[in-house]
């Protein structure tokens, strides 16, 4: 007997089966009820970017092989910014002269100047053997001596400028090719430093190292947004305590390479295994969701989840950042339009310049605890290593908004407790005055890991690196004015510490007004913050 009906696919192999009519209209009635429930369970397995993170692992072997590539980068970054200290050492000298057979003529400071810069010049400096430095290459004694401090200003410069445009460009064009980038060029531009056949080159090849140093910070906003909100602190005090060991590694190598050019050239070669890890250091996932490209952001996902032997969901998706009409527009404006983030900003941004300021302003007070400048810079940095374990320590159990608002207020009663004992004059052999103010950096220290964990929360990921470079600039302009506040001493005892203790305990007091953002899920967007 024939039976009349239709083709139709049954779904078991793609293979098509003969149905009657009746038949027919029933399983397109099915299909009809069926469907709609399918796409919304396919629906209910869209997750956010915070949910996928959690089932593909918080903190696993993914997480901990990029942080141990961010850890050995700040390992490095002392020898980065703060090499001048030993290649612009002022060497000894004594002044020669080729008028009495090159005999050595021992004057004052202030005379030994007069005979090599008078007129006629009747000295040639005849340096004391010991480290070669920039001073010694283009003879930066005397009048010439603050060209090196220059030089060094050159370089914050340059971070003011490239934490501008690095930090709005990462927020563009994402966190991995803006790191990649500075990778790639900083090992050029410290080769060319090393090179410099000319005091204005090294200048210039300074201040370029300073703008790619700023982009440093999408290294760190990279990691931050890669791990679980319980391991943020660790990202903050893992680089602030390998920054705090890699004074302890420039003056090593500092004393084994005595000469400026070839300690340069060694920096520049540091550059090179992290140049080879480049495959290791994927774009944010976040970020990626901010500018659409969930395809991209799930591959990551799906890579962290199998790194780390964790098992996604097979058909899930990621919600994308919201891209509605009514969003603020992200970029430099939208943080002073939006005005829970124009608070935020304000208040952060003084923080920073304050514990910048205070930072730099208690090292020229402690940093001299030796006539060994291999040790006194080396236990400088080692301040720091017991300040950034108790950090990790509070910020998991005080939270962010009290570990930054104790740091502060500990550090500025420090300053003002070693003004006290500076103007009333009572200890007079120093101990007490020199245990305050280890006290105040020890403090000040844990301050400065505090921010790093706990700016990046406050701001969305469509603006973080430009909030946090913002704060960075602020925080530059402190560093700068550091060595003018310390010279109010001239004036009167203990007055650049009664300047820093109050700025400190005027920003403990404004860290009263920002939220309290310990385990909460990093805002994606200016339309998540409340």
Known sequence: MTVVGRAVDTGLNGSRELVSYPGYVVYNISMLLTTPIHYLVTCWRKMNFEEGLKEAGYFGRYQKKLLLILFLF?????????SITYIGMSPEWVCTSERNNNTSLH???DKRCHYFEGEPHNCTPSYEEGFYTIAEEWNLICSRSHLINLTQSGFFFGFLVGAFVLGKLADSIGRRKVTIMILVCGAIVMMLNALSPSLTLFAICRF???FLFAGVMAFYVLASEIVG???RGLVSVGTSLMFALGFVF???IAYVIQDWRRLMIFVSLLYIPFLTMYRSIPESPRWLLTIQEEVKARRILIDIARTNKKTLPSDFSLKCASSSGDQPSAGLIALFRHRVLFRRTLIMAFIWFTVCMVYYGL???????SSNLYISFSLSGLVEVPSNLVAYVILDKLGRKWSNIITLALGGTAALGCSFVQITGINSGGSLQMALALLGKFSISASFCVLFAYTPELYSTDVRNL????CNVLARFGGIIAPVVILLDESGAGLSMLVMGMLSVTAALLGLGVPETFNAPLPNTIHDIK
Do not use: K
């Open 250 to 252: 420039l003056s090593f």
């Open 107 to 109: 004057f004052s400071p």
């Open 363 to 369: 090292s020229l007070g402690v940093g001299s605890l």
């Open 229 to 231: 909100p319980g391991q």
């Open 74 to 82: 700040q390992f490095i970054c002392p020898a980065i910014i703060l």
């Open 208 to 210: 370029v190292a300073g």
């Open 467 to 470: 909030g946090i470079a913002l």
